[in-house]
């Protein structure tokens, strides 16, 4: 919305006519007298400018609305006063004392552009969005040496035209320095006003161990900080700690708006092999290994920060915030899953996810085998590993059974336990592909046949 309001703003200011006050801001700034013989040459020139950068807008203020990405919004703005008077070749040029200070304000732009854009590129990697910036980015800096007017000093011009004549020149390229440097600066530093959605992120080989890192071949046991957030920085209780030693690398503490400090995010995988935390340094969200680090994410505010989890099994990685980002830790290939609000079930067969509206199967590749209308909160989800069906269990009692090629509900039992007792919590599925569950008041582990709803002990 605020995208399309500015897009908005700047086509209507844009197509305003030529203003007294902006003949007089000319006047005052170039030092020139404007009289009835050069005020139609002059005004002929804001009015050409104003009707080129209508045009240019045209094109890129929806392009700004339909994006969020506020940089196409500057280069139609700024793009006549650096293309309108590109010439090739390029033209050799004696620079004035008075154009020395913008072609320096060009120089450092360009140079602080291309910093941000190296420090993009090292915490973000290459995304379409930072491709689309790179490239406009590189255009400008090519286009403005070429555009470049010639401002050799000359002899005081003797009539009102050649006068009007010379300071346009001074006034277009005083412009064109300053319009390249917005841009290039805006392509380095400007990101969309609403982050892209789900885009998977690049993954890069292990991280060796340095010396302050703590490594690992299982990981027996792991307690999160314990001291209270106002004592000593360095005391061994600020730090998570892995079969007892301290784990430096890993954050200790999130700080969100509004809140008091928490533990950061900290999971261990079900087979006791792998971590997945918040990095101290760098606030990266990693996987560790005893083969080493595999960076998850960039650089993450505390108030950005993803819920993790692995869902009962340690392969895939799910991190869940504004959708879902399902990772492979054998091959390392991600799914992304839009507009997802909970991860309630991982395994080979593929993922169960929540959105507001709906339920979903997705599997590995980014498919959506099943969608079916979102229930109640409370609701639970098991997906059998081979991915054919989904059960629902509903109320902590009814137990709904969908196959997932079809959608077709192929069976709804409510299994009766003994002592009245109900369903706490799902635990999966046994070696014969039955549901097992625990009841809330016993505890008892029961298989649960999807056909009938007759309940038989676990024993194992």
Same mark, same amino acid.
């Given at each position: ?80 006063? $650096? ?30 552009? $291309? ?346």
């Amino acid at each position: 919305m605020i995208a399309w309001a500015a897009a908005l703003i700047a086509i209507l200011v844009a197509a305003m006519p030529v203003t007294r006050e902006q003949l007089t801001r000319f006047a005052e700034l170039t030092g020139l007298s404007v009289t009835e013989t050069n005020a139609h040459r002059i005004v002929a020139h804001f009015a050409d400018l104003r009707r080129w950068r209508l045009l240019a807008l045209v094109p890129t203020a929806p392009l700004t609305g339909l994006t969020n990405d506020p940089l196409y919004l500057v280069l139609g703005w700024c793009a006549v006063s $650096v293309f309108r008077d590109v010439r090739l070749p390029a033209r050799i040029f004696h620079m004035r004392d008075d154009m020395t200070m913008y072609r320096g304000a060009w120089l450092l732009g360009l140079l602080g552009a $291309v910093v941000a854009g190296g420090y993009a590129l090292d915490n973000q990697g290459v995304t379409p969005a930072f491709l689309a910036h790179a490239v406009i980015g590189i255009v400008v800096a090519a286009a403005v040496p070429l555009a470049a007017r010639k401002l050799s000093a000359v002899p005081e011009p003797s009539d009102d035209i050649a006068r009007a004549e010379l300071a346009l020149d001074h006034w277009s390229s005083r412009a064109l320095y300053l319009s390249g440097t917005a841009i290039v600066l805006s392509s380095a530093l400007l990101a969309p006003w609403q982050p892209p959605k789900d885009d998977a992120h690049e993954y890069t080989m292990p991280m060796t161990f340095s010396e302050s890192m703590a490594a690992f071949m299982t990981v027996d046991t792991y307690k999160k900080p314990t001291c209270a957030w106002v004592d000593q920085v360095d005391a061994p209780c600020r730090s998570w700690r892995v079969n007892g030693e301290p784990f430096p690398q890993a954050a200790p503490y999130v700080i969100k708006k509004g809140g008091a400090p928490q533990a950061a995010p900290f999971a261990r995988s079900p087979d006791k092999k792998a971590v997945v935390y918040l990095t101290k340094r760098d606030r990266r969200m990693v996987y560790q290994d005893a083969a080493g680090v595999h960076p998850l994410t960039g650089s993450l505010a505390d108030s950005a920060l993803p819920t993790l989890a692995f869902h009962g099994q340690s392969r895939y990685v799910a991190l869940t915030r504004d959708g879902a980002t399902i990772t492979d830790t054998k091959t390392w290939a991600t799914t992304s899953i839009p507009g997802v609000r909970r991860v309630h079930d991982l395994n080979t067969g593929g993922t169960v996810a929540t959105t507001p509206t709906q339920v979903l199967v997705v599997d590995h590749r980014g498919t959506t085998r099943l969608s079916l209308p979102f229930g109640e909160a409370s609701d639970l989800y098991d997906l059998r590993p081979d991915g054919r069906q989904l059960v629902i269990i509903r109320g902590w009692s009814r137990v709904d059974t969908f196959t997932v090629a079809t959608g077709e509900k192929v069976s709804s039992v409510v299994p009766r336990f003994p002592d009245d007792d109900d369903i706490e919590a799902s635990l999966g599925w046994s070696g014969n592909n039955r549901l097992l569950v625990r009841g809330g008041s016993t505890e008892r582990v029961y298989q649960v046949d999807l056909a009938t709803g007759e309940l038989r002990r676990n024993r194992n």
